[in-house]
Protein backbone atom coordinates (compact mmCIF):
# COMPACT_ATOMS: atom_id res chain seq x y z
CA UNK A 1 0.00 0.00 0.00
CA UNK A 2 1.62 3.56 -0.95
CA UNK A 3 0.57 5.98 1.67
CA UNK A 4 1.27 9.70 0.92
CA UNK A 5 2.67 12.31 3.13
CA UNK A 6 1.88 16.12 2.71
CA UNK A 7 4.37 18.50 3.10
CA UNK A 8 4.00 21.74 4.73
CA UNK A 9 6.54 24.29 3.62
CA UNK A 10 6.62 27.40 6.27
CA UNK A 11 8.40 30.41 4.49
CA UNK A 12 8.30 33.71 5.29
CA UNK A 13 8.60 37.20 3.43
CA UNK A 14 12.52 38.46 4.22
CA UNK A 15 10.58 42.21 3.93
CA UNK A 16 8.69 43.35 7.00
CA UNK A 17 5.78 45.63 6.48
CA UNK A 18 5.30 48.23 9.43
CA UNK A 19 2.10 48.08 10.32
CA UNK A 20 2.29 50.18 13.84
CA UNK A 21 4.26 53.22 13.23
CA UNK A 22 3.01 55.51 16.15
CA UNK A 23 6.52 57.01 17.43
CA UNK A 24 5.68 56.89 21.33
CA UNK A 25 4.33 53.01 21.15
CA UNK A 26 7.90 51.83 21.87
CA UNK A 27 5.78 48.72 21.86
CA UNK A 28 7.25 45.38 24.49
CA UNK A 29 4.49 42.60 24.16
CA UNK A 30 2.01 41.23 21.30
CA UNK A 31 -1.36 39.20 21.13
CA UNK A 32 -3.67 38.11 18.68
CA UNK A 33 -6.85 37.17 18.62
CA UNK A 34 -8.93 35.47 16.63
CA UNK A 35 -10.06 37.61 14.13
CA UNK A 36 -6.80 38.90 13.59
CA UNK A 37 -6.60 41.80 16.07
CA UNK A 38 -3.34 43.21 17.22
CA UNK A 39 -3.11 44.13 21.07
CA UNK A 40 0.06 45.97 21.52
CA UNK A 41 1.19 46.76 25.17
CA UNK A 42 2.73 50.11 25.53
CA UNK A 43 4.73 50.17 28.76
CA UNK A 44 6.15 53.46 28.70
CA UNK A 45 2.36 54.78 27.39
CA UNK A 46 1.40 52.52 30.24
CA UNK A 47 -1.80 51.59 28.49
CA UNK A 48 -2.66 48.75 25.67
CA UNK A 49 -3.87 49.72 22.26
CA UNK A 50 -5.82 47.48 20.22
CA UNK A 51 -5.30 47.72 16.34
CA UNK A 52 -8.09 46.33 13.46
CA UNK A 53 -6.67 46.69 10.18
CA UNK A 54 -9.08 48.00 7.91
CA UNK A 55 -11.10 50.08 9.98
CA UNK A 56 -10.86 53.93 9.40
CA UNK A 57 -9.43 54.40 13.14
CA UNK A 58 -7.82 51.80 13.88
CA UNK A 59 -6.43 51.76 17.33
CA UNK A 60 -8.24 51.67 20.39
CA UNK A 61 -6.75 52.49 24.03
CA UNK A 62 -8.36 48.91 25.83
CA UNK A 63 -6.54 49.09 28.96
CA UNK A 64 -4.95 51.92 31.08
CA UNK A 65 -5.27 55.79 29.93
CA UNK A 66 -4.95 57.60 25.90
CA UNK A 67 -2.97 60.24 27.31
CA UNK A 68 -0.38 57.54 29.05
CA UNK A 69 -0.95 58.76 32.22
CA UNK A 70 0.26 55.84 34.99
CA UNK A 71 -1.37 55.23 38.40
CA UNK A 72 -2.82 52.19 40.83
CA UNK A 73 -6.17 53.37 40.85
CA UNK A 74 -8.66 51.24 39.08
CA UNK A 75 -8.66 53.08 35.77
CA UNK A 76 -4.48 52.83 35.42
CA UNK A 77 -2.00 50.76 34.49
CA UNK A 78 1.65 51.35 35.47
CA UNK A 79 4.56 49.91 33.23
CA UNK A 80 2.44 47.08 31.69
CA UNK A 81 4.37 44.34 30.50
CA UNK A 82 2.78 41.54 28.94
CA UNK A 83 -0.63 40.26 27.20
CA UNK A 84 -2.57 37.45 26.26
CA UNK A 85 -5.81 36.64 24.20
CA UNK A 86 -8.02 33.34 25.30
CA UNK A 87 -10.47 31.98 22.85
CA UNK A 88 -13.47 33.86 23.47
CA UNK A 89 -11.66 37.32 23.09
CA UNK A 90 -11.01 38.15 26.45
CA UNK A 91 -7.86 39.98 27.16
CA UNK A 92 -5.22 39.85 29.86
CA UNK A 93 -2.63 42.20 30.83
CA UNK A 94 -0.08 42.23 32.98
CA UNK A 95 0.09 45.52 35.16
CA UNK A 96 3.93 45.02 36.24
CA UNK A 97 4.57 47.79 38.31
CA UNK A 98 0.98 47.26 39.79
CA UNK A 99 1.73 43.70 40.47
CA UNK A 100 -1.39 42.55 39.30
CA UNK A 101 -3.29 40.98 36.73
CA UNK A 102 -6.54 42.46 34.77
CA UNK A 103 -8.81 41.28 32.20
CA UNK A 104 -10.71 42.70 30.01
CA UNK A 105 -14.13 40.74 29.24
CA UNK A 106 -14.69 41.06 24.88
CA UNK A 107 -18.38 42.50 24.87
CA UNK A 108 -19.50 43.19 28.16
CA UNK A 109 -20.34 46.35 29.38
CA UNK A 110 -19.74 46.36 32.93
CA UNK A 111 -17.00 44.70 35.25
CA UNK A 112 -17.53 42.14 37.30
CA UNK A 113 -15.89 39.99 39.97
CA UNK A 114 -15.16 36.45 39.78
CA UNK A 115 -13.23 34.07 42.22
CA UNK A 116 -11.23 37.39 43.08
CA UNK A 117 -10.04 37.75 39.20
CA UNK A 118 -9.47 41.22 37.54
CA UNK A 119 -11.84 41.50 34.89
CA UNK A 120 -12.01 44.84 32.33
CA UNK A 121 -14.31 45.22 30.54
CA UNK A 122 -15.48 46.88 26.92
CA UNK A 123 -16.26 50.49 27.35
CA UNK A 124 -15.61 50.28 31.56
CA UNK A 125 -13.06 52.57 32.87
CA UNK A 126 -12.58 49.88 36.40
CA UNK A 127 -11.20 46.81 37.03
CA UNK A 128 -11.74 43.99 39.73
CA UNK A 129 -9.07 42.00 40.94
CA UNK A 130 -7.77 38.49 39.43
CA UNK A 131 -4.09 38.32 40.78
CA UNK A 132 -1.71 40.29 42.93
CA UNK A 133 -2.53 43.59 44.75
CA UNK A 134 -5.15 45.59 43.64
CA UNK A 135 -3.50 48.95 44.84
CA UNK A 136 0.09 48.05 43.70
CA UNK A 137 1.60 46.44 46.42
CA UNK A 138 4.34 43.55 45.95
CA UNK A 139 4.50 40.60 47.85
CA UNK A 140 5.19 37.05 48.32
CA UNK A 141 2.22 35.57 49.56
CA UNK A 142 0.16 33.12 47.14
CA UNK A 143 -2.30 35.89 46.68
CA UNK A 144 0.73 38.08 45.54
CA UNK A 145 3.15 39.34 42.88
CA UNK A 146 6.11 41.17 42.52
CA UNK A 147 7.17 42.42 39.78
CA UNK A 148 5.31 39.94 37.17
CA UNK A 149 7.08 40.13 33.97
CA UNK A 150 5.24 37.37 31.75
CA UNK A 151 1.44 35.50 31.51
CA UNK A 152 0.29 32.74 29.55
CA UNK A 153 -3.20 31.07 29.48
CA UNK A 154 -3.85 27.28 28.84
CA UNK A 155 -7.07 26.22 27.05
CA UNK A 156 -9.23 26.19 30.00
CA UNK A 157 -7.84 29.52 30.99
CA UNK A 158 -5.67 29.06 33.96
CA UNK A 159 -3.56 31.77 34.21
CA UNK A 160 0.60 30.92 34.12
CA UNK A 161 2.50 33.91 35.52
CA UNK A 162 6.29 34.97 35.72
CA UNK A 163 6.56 36.10 39.25
CA UNK A 164 9.70 37.45 38.76
CA UNK A 165 11.26 39.10 41.62
CA UNK A 166 10.31 36.10 43.73
CA UNK A 167 11.51 33.99 41.16
CA UNK A 168 8.67 31.16 40.70
CA UNK A 169 5.75 30.71 38.13
CA UNK A 170 2.54 30.98 39.58
CA UNK A 171 -0.39 29.28 38.25
CA UNK A 172 -3.82 30.56 38.84
CA UNK A 173 -7.16 27.94 38.72
CA UNK A 174 -10.12 30.37 38.62
CA UNK A 175 -9.35 31.55 42.27
CA UNK A 176 -6.77 34.55 43.47
CA UNK A 177 -4.63 31.81 45.90
CA UNK A 178 -1.97 31.02 43.43
CA UNK A 179 0.26 27.62 42.92
CA UNK A 180 3.99 27.42 42.75
CA UNK A 181 4.59 24.73 39.94
CA UNK A 182 8.26 25.96 38.97
CA UNK A 183 11.13 27.84 41.45
CA UNK A 184 10.98 28.45 44.91
CA UNK A 185 9.56 31.41 46.10
CA UNK A 186 11.86 34.07 47.07
CA UNK A 187 14.81 32.13 46.18
CA UNK A 188 17.19 32.77 43.22
CA UNK A 189 19.27 30.29 42.32
CA UNK A 190 20.54 27.98 39.19
CA UNK A 191 20.08 24.49 40.22
CA UNK A 192 17.16 22.42 38.42
CA UNK A 193 14.34 23.56 40.52
CA UNK A 194 15.41 26.99 40.92
CA UNK A 195 14.54 30.56 38.63
CA UNK A 196 16.20 33.69 38.57
CA UNK A 197 14.13 36.37 37.89
CA UNK A 198 12.11 34.27 35.23
CA UNK A 199 10.34 37.08 32.66
CA UNK A 200 8.48 34.81 30.45
CA UNK A 201 6.82 31.90 30.23
CA UNK A 202 5.04 29.54 27.50
CA UNK A 203 2.90 26.00 27.15
CA UNK A 204 3.17 23.84 24.62
CA UNK A 205 0.12 21.34 23.21
CA UNK A 206 0.89 18.67 26.55
CA UNK A 207 0.73 21.77 28.68
CA UNK A 208 4.70 20.92 29.31
CA UNK A 209 6.05 24.83 30.68
CA UNK A 210 8.86 26.55 29.42
CA UNK A 211 10.40 29.36 31.39
CA UNK A 212 12.49 31.78 29.79
CA UNK A 213 15.16 32.02 33.23
CA UNK A 214 16.59 35.54 32.15
CA UNK A 215 18.98 35.66 35.27
CA UNK A 216 20.65 32.50 34.55
CA UNK A 217 20.81 32.88 30.80
CA UNK A 218 18.55 29.55 30.28
CA UNK A 219 15.57 28.32 29.20
CA UNK A 220 13.87 25.63 31.43
CA UNK A 221 11.41 23.23 30.34
CA UNK A 222 8.99 21.77 33.26
CA UNK A 223 7.20 18.84 31.75
CA UNK A 224 3.96 18.21 33.11
CA UNK A 225 3.56 14.91 35.37
Request: charged letters at 10%; proline letters at 3%.
Amino acid sequence: MLLLATIVSYVWNSTGTAVVTNPSSQPNALAVDSSNALYVVESAQNRVQKYVFGASNNSTTVAGQMNGASGSTSDFLNGPSDVAVDSSGNVYVLDKLNNRVQLWNSGASNGTTVAGFIRWTLGASNWTLIAGSANGVAGSSSTMLNTPMGLTLDPSGNIYVADSLNHRIQFFANQSNGTTIAGITGAAGSSATQLNIPQGVALDSQLNLYVADWGNDRVQKFSRS
